[in-house]
C-alpha cells in the first residue's frame, strides 16, 4: 500500500465510489445496524460499549470500534 489513504486521493476516490455503488443494492438483504464506537485508547469506549450493549443488545446487529490494533484491543474494551 504505501501511502495512508489520507494522501492518496484516487484509492480513496474509488473506495468511496465502490461503497455509495453497494450500499443501495437490493442484492445486499436486509439493512444491518451498527454502531460505530471510540478507539480502545480513549477514556470513553468501555463506557460507550456497556452502555449500548446494555441498553440496545438485541436491535445491535453489529460493532465498529475505531483503532482496534488487535486481539490486545478486545482486553483493552473488557478492562477499562
Known amino acids: 500500500m504505501g501511502q495512508p489513504l489520507a494522501g492518496r486521493t484516487e484509492p480513496a476516490e474509488a473506495a468511496r465510489a465502490i461503497a455509495v455503488g453497494a450500499l443501495p443494492s437490493p442484492d445486499r438483504g436486509p439493512p444491518l445496524r451498527a454502531v460505530r464506537f471510540n478507539g480502545p485508547d480513549t477514556p470513553w469506549c ?35
Not at 450493549?53 to 478492562?79: H, M, N, P, Q
Request: aromatic share 6%.
Open 46 to 80: 468501555h463506557d460507550d460499549i456497556i452502555d449500548v450493549e446494555t441498553g440496545a443488545r438485541d436491535a445491535l446487529d453489529g460493532v465498529i470500534v475505531l483503532g482496534f490494533d488487535g486481539w490486545e484491543a478486545v482486553d483493552r474494551v473488557k478492562s477499562p
